[in-house]
Nanobody
């Protein structure tokens, strides 16, 4: 069983940066593939980026070059570095853990608001 808790969201001006964290408790963090999703008001939840247990990363086209994902398996923590923020990045950002044959896990989300 894995419990995920996101942090690091907030209000930031366009062009600014944020670093989101997702702390995982429980065992087996290192064997999970991890992802960040986001959901803007009135829109469906969308995949932003993911990182496999081996460290392979993928990004949505809308965030390539601005977002980076990393994980620290010793600290059981997933990170999302967000640079050059745009108003359209405003959303609740969710951490997600998944692994074949195991239940999926979602965090409660952290709000990111980009506004001047």
């Amino acid at each position: 069983q894995v419990r995920l808790v996101e942090s690091g969201g907030g209000l930031v001006q366009p062009g600014g940066s944020l670093r989101l964290s997702c702390a995982a408790s429980g065992s087996g963090f290192n064997i999970y593939d991890m992802a960040w999703y986001r959901q803007a008001p009135g829109k469906l939840r969308e995949l932003v980026t993911n990182i496999t247990s081996d460290g392979v990363t993928n990004f949505a086209d809308s965030v390539k070059g601005r977002f980076s994902i990393s994980r620290d398996n010793h600290r059981n923590t997933l990170y999302l570095q967000i640079n050059r923020l745009k108003p359209e990045d405003t959303a609740v950002y969710y951490c997600y853990a998944y692994s074949t044959g195991r239940p999926d896990h979602w965090g409660q989300g952290t709000q990111v608001t980009v506004s001047s």
